[in-house]
């Protein structure tokens, strides 16, 4: 067994550089000699470099898209059957010591730095959950500069943390890395066939699924729900909604009125406002409430703090100043950081119904559902047209169970239910 | 507000302190009726007389030691040292007595003394009239080390050189004398000593100097960002204690660390600097810490060519700059 170098090779005369176009293989895969290995494009040619060795590919040290210099080291194979492959490669390439003359020269002068990374790039890729071998280096040798880093994070519009991701992934670093395989395992044995996109899996996306895998796999979700009768908070609403805005500037949203909702029946059962931690449960003093903000092609979970002691209009304002913030990219770590409990407004994608997978490590979740008019049996006698809401709940059942829940949203919706003008304040 | 050069300011200090406080006096050699070599005391003697202007004998032991005798009794000398070169007789008296005087005497006694002193070279001053020094002081608690690079900072900081209670050496860059001009204002004020100054903000590369070479690197500067390097830029100004915090956050701000002086580079002022990045500032670094200086050999050459290739100057910052950019 023997490591061998492969070399940007001589792709015509005149040419002093190639750039990896495509690679063909990728690390762990097994070669033959003159197997291609990858596509380069130079300004003259595009060709294949085809394997000098058999083998099983090592490393990869270009990237996709890098411009190599000619003779500059590409990647890396672990040759197998030692013997064999050097009885052929001087067949072949007739003056192995020619050969190893220019590998010595090489490394020493050109001495590729794709994987040297300094310690501002480990802490911010540490920092950030970058796979730095994603990254390319537009140092010296292709080295991998802290602004390369910082661009990846910008462009990733990864703004200084993970989205739901936010507290476990960083509290939780060691762990959460690990989960990040099998959330990433599934994806690598789809078989790919033509016309298919592969979407590298990065950043938020990944933080979302190691997340999702982690709450899914460690908390014993229990589902409920609860119908709610909206009806007079649907009027009132609707009588003020047009002033509202004109007045403060945004819009008065129904989901401010079941945040704060949400907040008293907190308050009122603290149970629910508690995390497990092992060989605990911590209930929280504080009240602040996740909400879920989705953006095209990511989630993320920012918090109004201390919720109950805001006002709806307050609420309204956070909410609609998070959701700016969320689609300006703007959002910052502490924005998403100390939530103790969710509310997600699934009711704006015209869901009914759905079953929340729990933020972790809190102890629930509650899904606002899609306001709908619904034929509605009344005080036993006769049928109406009510304002319906389903409120979904999905909960942690090693912190809490049936009895508990069903109190709390019998609390909400009953809170919710008494919503209207004579009984609730806006301000 | 006036543009002045950088000796002016030196001269305008000097005199408004002397205008504030009739304890502060001037003695050097050649600093009354002449005016000091370089005329940075033109105009005192005339205006203070010569109890106040003191010519002295050539002898700088004599210099440093009447410095400190009046400033322990209560008087606020500054003393010139014709070329920084000539401090060495002085050593003894700066190193053994003024910086410890408060310390060995348990603050009964302390030693208000600032010593002036041109150092520097690019002017073919060649060995005596060419080294930089600061170096051999930069180990003494007890003493402070103040080298400016602008007009502004230079009245700044002589003012607050000359208000402070302990030892200052005052090192002026003669090349920057009438090289270097800048706005002053004519009202009074002081700087903080131990006090460093971004001169430029910037995002890629840092470069942290003293002295001349602050504005070396700036010219230096200024061509890079036509080539999209954004160079952030702190000016030490006093080299001894050093401003530990302001290193530490530029190093930290950039990650790439060019640091600069035209002394010789082995146990110079930047070696200290390197030794405080390193301690602080690892997880933040992106690249060796890079180090110009002089090189070493035991003094500044006379000849032209061999001077210019002793001294730092705007092309070799530059090129260092690049290459610490690229890395």
């Given at each position: ?17 190639g ?73 072949v ?9 220019t ?16 310690p ?25 500069t ?38 990433a ?19 938020i ?92 092609d ?119 239910e ?10 | ?73 209560g ?106 001009k ?25 470069v ?14 200024e ?38 002086t ?11 600097v ?8 690892l ?45």
């Amino acid at each position: 067994m023997a490591i061998e170098q492969i070399k940007m090779p001589q792709l015509g005369e005149s040419v002093t550089e190639g750039t990896i176009s495509n690679w063909l293989v990728k690390v762990g895969d097994r070669v033959n000699k003159y197997d291609p290995l990858a596509e380069v494009m130079t300004d003259k040619v595009n060709a294949e470099v085809p394997s000098s060795y058999s083998g099983v590919i090592k490393e990869l040290i270009a990237a996709e898209g890098d411009t190599i210099a000619v003779g500059e080291i590409i990647c890396s194979i672990e040759t197998e059957g030692g013997e064999v492959v050097t009885a052929e490669a001087p067949a072949v390439e007739s003056k192995p010591e020619a050969l190893e003359g220019t590998a010595d020269s090489v490394s020493a002068a050109v001495r590729p730095n794709k994987a040297r990374y300094s310690p501002a790039v480990l802490k911010l890729s540490q920092e950030h959950g970058i796979d730095l071998t994603r990254v390319s280096g537009t140092g010296a040798g292709g080295r991998i500069t802290r602004k390369d880093v910082l661009q990846w994070i910008s462009a990733a519009g990864e703004k200084a943390a993970a989205p739901a991701a936010g507290q476990a992934v960083s509290q939780e670093k060691g762990q959460s890395a690990v989960l990040n395989q099998p959330a990433a395992v599934p994806a690598a044995n789809v078989p790919l066939a033509a016309g298919d996109i592969e979407i590298p899996v990065t950043g938020i996306r990944k933080a979302i699924a190691a997340n999702m895998v982690r709450s899914k796999h460690e908390v014993p979700h229990a589902w409920m729900m609860v119908e709610v009768d909206a009806t007079n908070l649907v009027e009132y609403r609707n009588s003020i909604k047009d002033e509202f805005k004109e007045k403060e500037g945004f819009n008065l949203t129904f989901f401010a009125f079941f945040v704060k909702a949400v907040a008293q029946g907190l308050k009122e059962f603290p149970q629910m406002n508690s995390m497990w931690a092992g060989d605990k449960i911590i209930r929280k003093k504080d009240i602040n409430i996740s909400i879920a903000v989705a953006t095209d092609d990511a989630l993320f979970v920012p918090v109004i703090k201390n919720a109950d002691e805001k006002t709806i209009k307050g609420i309204a304002r956070e909410i609609s100043e998070l959701a700016v913030k969320v689609r300006n990219g703007k959002l910052k770590a502490e924005d998403m950081q100390g939530g103790t409990f969710t509310v997600n407004n699934t009711g704006s994608f015209g869901s009914v119904q759905s079953m929340g997978i729990i933020n972790y490590p809190q102890a629930a979740i509650l899904q606002v559902e899609s306001i709908v008019k619904r034929p509605v049996v009344m005080n036993d006698s006769m049928i109406a047209v009510r304002d319906m809401v389903n409120l979904c709940m999905s909960l942690d059942h090693r912190v809490l169970d049936g009895l508990v829940c069903g109190r709390f949203l019998a609390r909400v919706k009953e809170i919710i239910e008494n919503m209207s003008k004579s009984t609730i304040s806006i301000y | 507000m006036a543009v002045i050069s950088y000796i002016d300011a030196v001269t305008m200090a000097i005199r408004e302190e002397m205008e504030r406080d009739p304890k502060v006096f001037v003695l050097g050699e050649d600093v009354g009726k002449k005016g000091g070599v370089f005329k940075a005391t033109q105009g005192l003697y005339e205006q203070f007389g010569e109890e106040r202007v003191i010519d002295t004998p050539l002898a700088e032991s004599a210099i440093a030691g009447v410095g400190i005798g009046a400033a322990m009794y209560g008087m606020r000398p500054i003393a010139e040292m014709q070329f920084a070169d000539f401090i060495m007789p002085a050593v003894n008296q700066i190193i053994s007595e003024a910086a410890k005087i408060r310390y060995r005497s348990n603050n009964d006694w302390n030693c208000p003394l600032v010593i002036r002193a041109p150092y520097g070279g690019g002017v073919h001053g060649a060995l005596y009239h060419s080294q930089s020094v600061e170096a051999v002081f930069a180990h003494q608690p007890g003493l402070k080390i103040v080298m400016p690079s602008t007009p502004y900072d230079v009245k700044g900081l002589l003012k607050a050189a000359i208000r402070d209670n302990d030892p200052v050496l005052f090192f002026e860059h003669k090349r920057a004398y009438r090289l270097i001009k800048g706005e002053v204002p004519a009202e009074d004020y002081t700087l903080p000593i131990g006090k460093a100054d971004v001169k430029r903000e910037g995002e890629d590369i840092t470069v942290i100097t003293y002295g001349l070479c602050v504005h070396f690197a700036l010219q230096a500067a200024e061509k890079l960002a036509g080539d999209g390097i954004s160079s952030h830029i702190l000016d030490l100004r006093t080299v001894y204690p050093l401003d530990k915090e302001a290193i530490i956050e530029a190093a930290a701000k950039t990650g790439k660390v060019l640091l600069v002086t035209e002394d010789n580079k082995e146990g110079s002022i930047i070696g200290e600097v390197a030794a405080i990045i390193a301690e602080h500032c690892l997880f933040d670094l992106d690249a060796p810490i890079k180090r110009l200086a002089g090189p070493d050999v035991p003094a500044m050459p006379y000849a032209p060519t061999m001077e210019k290739f002793f001294m730092v100057h705007p092309e070799k910052i530059e090129k260092a700059m690049r290459e610490l950019a690229e890395f």
